[in-house]
């Protein structure tokens, strides 16, 4: 790493690159192509866990990461149970992100992103797997907005009260009671996520938004023939709608290859800018920021984790030059070598990301 006796924030000032801070290119050239005034490097859905310590955080800012959206609860807790174990959750996320005031902003609207690229911390919203929480009342919604719930996903990944997840066939598609969710989470101004919902529930939920909506973790069906990803169709109306799509970093949606595979996730950019527009998809990654090793330990501890929804055939999940913290780095230079200009990396970084919060979430 070069550069270490210049203070980031000197550099910043400068107008210098996040990957010339990095070392990753020579100074001269980084000050030829300064970010788009705002860029910021914002991963759709990502995690951080609670046992993260300082040096890890360090990393992920190093890479240039300012924004995030995590996951705090269990998607595939039973409804009677979801909201209780979501407080239960949201409380230890506050209590962990109060606990690294250094380092983390808790994110309830894109002003907390831009306090977060000045002081050089991350922004962390707060998004939910299933709306399951929202059980059958809907003033949980705004609830839970008040309590720093941005964006929710309709549907995990089996039927539920708004609709079908990905997993179930036939796909029933949006249910009255996903029409008045939707609706009551334009009100409250909550992002509707659209990833792990089936193809039909997806394209009705698309049609039934009057706001833009995201896709924040998924890959191009067309390519890969995974329950997990995304027609061409319904990447389309997602884009037509304002909305992003993103695409993540978990290995079995995306290639075969269980090594020397990191092209994989550049023709899945490719194939979706190419469907969506350039305005429409960033980068959703889904994945740990700790380096995972290839072990059976490591295996044993997903399949506790994820249940029978994963098999021993998915290891490992994570495509290996992406794992670890400065995957935001490897990835804005593979964009650089596919000859992507300087303003559509900074979009596709979390430039789209950060306007559709800012259309959506304030
Ligand atoms: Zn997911």
Redesign the pocket.
Known sequence: MGSRNWSRRDLLRAGVTTAAMAGLAPLTEAVATPPAPGAVVFDALGEIRTVYDANLVDRILDSGTRAIAVTITDPKAAEADAFDLMLRDLAGYNLYLRSMPAHYVQAASVADVDEAVRSRRLAVFYNL?DSSPVGGDLSRVSLLRRLGVTSIQLTYNTHNRAGSGCFEDPDRGLTAFGRELIAEMERQRVLLDL??AGMRTMADAIAASARPVIVS?TACKVLRAHRRNTTDENMRAVADGGGVVGITQIRPFLTDARSDNLEAYFRHIDHAVRVAGIEHVGIGS?RDHRVIADTPEELAILLQEEGPQLSPQDWPLYLEKLNGPHRMQVIREGLRERRYSQSDIDRLMGGNVLRLYRDVVG
Request: charged share 20%; net charge negative.
């Open positions: 797997q990833s792990h973790h889904d």
